[in-house]
Structure formats: structure tokens, C-alpha cells
């Protein structure tokens, strides 16, 4: 069974906006001060030159401390609280037909230059016992995703928590990425995609089955569960 943005089983549709899905209430961790994050924003600015009293920079420090904190929300929430929620949105299995989403859409921030990294998600796992619906694993991208990372870890997390929660015979993360830290310095590569594929359970042992799942993807669809 693959899954689009529209949870049908074949055809295409837009990707998924997570950002469409948002998260239940969480427990969060210790929030930041925007006040003193918007402070050194302003130091950052001036030391180049920037005008803060002009109409355009006069709240740009607060935009962008706002902005910070949003897109790093992910490394804030308890995850005891996050592993509770989504094992309680598990349902009972009626099938272990291979299961895929494709076109989930996340930003995160590169920990190395803090900019960001424009990510399209697939997630694919084979049920024993129990499944979870199309939005949770969007919400779960999005827990992972933001918060400073790098692209190799992210898609690490994305396997092991659902391995976790669901418990599937296999579980697989594929990431595609642009990165804004090669295509706006350095370099300057507009052009490039960093893959990460990462393969649990029976995707990493059967050959069988990753060459099918990867046959699957390129063809764009899959067999009805």
C-alpha cells in the first residue's frame, strides 16, 4: 500500500504539507527567552551594518528569533510524552502488505551553519501487530526534523522511533535534501541532493524485499493492501 498526500493507494497528488497536520499538545521542555534571543540578533545585525530603525529591520530581530525557535521546536518536546501519545494512536494490523508514504515536506536547521536543510521524507514499514495512520508519521517527521541536525541522524531517529512504537517486521527512512549551506556559501551547488536511505528489520536482511520497495518508489505505486 503506498500512500500520497491524499491517503489514497495509487495515483498522484501534491506532497504532504506537515505543516498541515499540527501536533496534539505536548509536554515541552524549557522554553527559550525570545527577548534575549532577539537581543543578540540585534548585536549580529548592527555588526553588519544593518539599520534596525528602518521600517523594514525595526522588528526583524524579534521575526527572527521567533523564527529560530520554531524551527528547532522538535528538540523540545518530552519524549516520554511523545512516545505515550503516538503508541496510543496505534491501531490493530488487518494486513503486512508494505507500507509507504512518500512526500512528506520538512525543514530543518544544518548544525553546522544554521541554515536550512529542505527535506522530502519517505517512510515505508512492514506491520506485524500494529499500524499508525498517515498524519502521525508526518508528525513524527516533523518532531525529528525540527531542530538542528544533520541529515544522517534525522533519518536514524525517524527508523528507530517508529521501530519502536509500532514495532513493524521492517521499517525504512529515505531522505532527500537541499541544503542550504552548500547552495548559499561555499560551493554555491544550486544543484545537488544529499540521499539517506536507512533500512531496519527484514528491509535490511531480505535483499528481496529492499529491492522491491525501491522498485516500488520508482514506479510510483504499489499493490492495494
Not at 528547532?72 to 507500507?99: N, P, W
Not at 544554521?114 to 506485524?128: G, Q
Not at 556559501?185 to 524485499?209: A, E, I
Request: proline residues 5%.
Amino acid at each position: 500500500m503506498l500512500l500520497r498526500s491524499n491517503g489514497a493507494s495509487t495515483g498522484r497528488s501534491s506532497p504532504i504539507d506537515a505543516s498541515r497536520n499540527p501536533p496534539p499538545t505536548l509536554q515541552h521542555m524549557k522554553q527559550p527567552d525570545l527577548t534575549k534571543i532577539a537581543e543578540h540578533y540585534s548585536g549580529i545585525l548592527k555588526e553588519l551594518g544593518a539599520d534596525l530603525n528602518s521600517e523594514g529591520m525595526r522588528e526583524t530581530p524579534l521575526r527572527a528569533a521567533k523564527a529560530l525557535v520554531e524551527m528547532t521546536e522538535g528538540s523540545r518536546l518530552d519524549a516520554d510524552d511523545l512516545t505515550k501519545m503516538f503508541k496510543a494512536e496505534c491501531r490493530t494490523a488487518i494486513c503486512h502488505d508494505m507500507v509507504i508514504v512518500e512526500g512528506i515536506r520538512e525543514v530543518g536547521l544544518c548544525e553546522h551553519h544554521l541554515l536550512p536543510i529542505i527535506m522530502s521524507i519517505t517512510i515505508a514499514y512492514i506491520p506485524d501487530k500494529k499500524i499508525l495512520g498517515l498524519s502521525k508519521l508526518a508528525r513524527i517527521s516533523g518532531h525529528f526534523a525540527r531542530r538542528l541536525q544533520n541529515q544522517e541522524r534525522t533519518a536514524h531517529l525517524i527508523a528507530t522511533f517508529i521501530e519502536q512504537i509500532v514495532e513493524p517486521l521492517g521499517v525504512a527512512v529515505l531522505i532527500d535534501g537541499k541544503h542550504m549551506c552548500a547552495m548559499a556559501r561555499g560551493v554555491r551547488d544550486t544543484h545537488s541532493t544529499m540521499k539517506m536511505n536507512v533500512m531496519h528489520g527484514v528491509f535490511q536482511k531480505d535483499p528481496n524485499l529492499r529491492n522491491e520497495l525501491l522498485m516500488r518508489l520508482r514506479l510510483g505505486g504499489g499493490a492495494p493492501c
